[in-house]
């Protein structure tokens, strides 16, 4: 009984992990088809960041209020959480960007790239133990997009593919940033700085012009971004804490499903 109560509880922070990543990926297919309406309304990458972030303080702030207080986000680790920052937000600046330039199904599928690369890297980073079971989910789960969706690689533009790409590698940086402070650091304090980092970054882009007044459909459209990709963000944040990240990798592979039902896909 001693030896099957830990498998247990390992099982069961498994779990939670999964269907928080799951809940995540929702989130992330919302996000990214905000995104590209934004985009093709004539919404700046940058300025479409900074509003992705700064309402994003709107879930953050309600959920430490309701589990803990401010205090939460006082850090030992600043290291940690500014390389977080830093390539999560070059993985989001690219990431965007390839969605205002691809179609979204290509864009999705260059996303799809992430847990191939969250998956290599966990091994010689975190020192995980990578099964071939997991790769295997990871890799059929890969192919098995790429089967649906058909992405034609004669009509797909090479500069947003590059953006894509670097899109998917930040990204899976930035996963891996999140499981090695989340040890260490409470969920939402990791998403609070990384959400104000974004925010200044897109707020630094005012002054150099591009930026448009947006009439109000957009402008919702702008600040459900911040809502949505804010929660998101906490629900990633969270299964990352409880699940190693080969376990909830292959889990990303359902946004196509969320992608799908919103219509975009």
């Known amino acids: 009984m001693s030896a099957e109560a830990p498998a247990h509880a390992v099982l069961q922070r498994n779990g939670l992990g999964i269907l928080l990543r799951v809940a995540a990926m929702a989130c992330m297919a919302g996000l990214a088809a905000l995104v590209k309406a934004c985009a093709e309304r004539g919404a700046p990458v940058l300025e479409i960041i900074f509003f992705r972030n700064a309402f994003a303080f709107v879930p953050v702030l309600l959920y430490i209020s309701r589990t803990s207080s401010l205090s939460i986000l006082k850090t030992s680790r600043p290291g940690g959480h500014a390389t977080r920052a830093t390539v999560g937000l070059v993985g989001m600046v690219c990431g965007f960007t390839a969605v205002s330039m691809l179609p979204l199904t290509e864009s999705t599928a260059l996303s799809f790239a992430a847990p ?21 989910a990871v890799i059929v789960g890969f192919i098995g997009v790429l089967i649906m969706i ?116």
């Not at 533009?157 to 090695?180: C, K």
């Not at 947006?214 to 944040?237: A, E, F, K």
């Open 116 to 136: 191939l690369f969250m998956t290599a890297l966990s091994a010689p980073i975190l020192k995980e133990r990578v099964g071939i079971h997991r790769w295997g």
């Open 150 to 265: 058909r992405p034609d690689p004669n009509h797909m533009a090479t500069l947003g593919t590059v953006f894509g790409l670097a899109g998917a590698l930040g990204a899976a940086g930035a996963m891996i940033a999140i499981r090695e402070i989340g040890r260490t650091e409470p969920g939402p304090t990791i998403v609070f700085y990384f959400t104000l980092a974004g925010m200044l970054l897109g707020l630094a882009s005012l002054p150099f012009g591009g930026w448009v007044i947006p009439d109000m459909t957009t402008l919702v459209m702008l600040v459900c971004t911040g809502l949505v990709g804010g929660t998101g963000q906490l629900l990633l944040t969270e299964a990352l804490r409880r699940a190693p990240v080969a376990v909830v990798a292959p889990f990303d592979y359902t946004q196509l499903i969320w992608a799908c039902i919103l219509g975009y896909a």
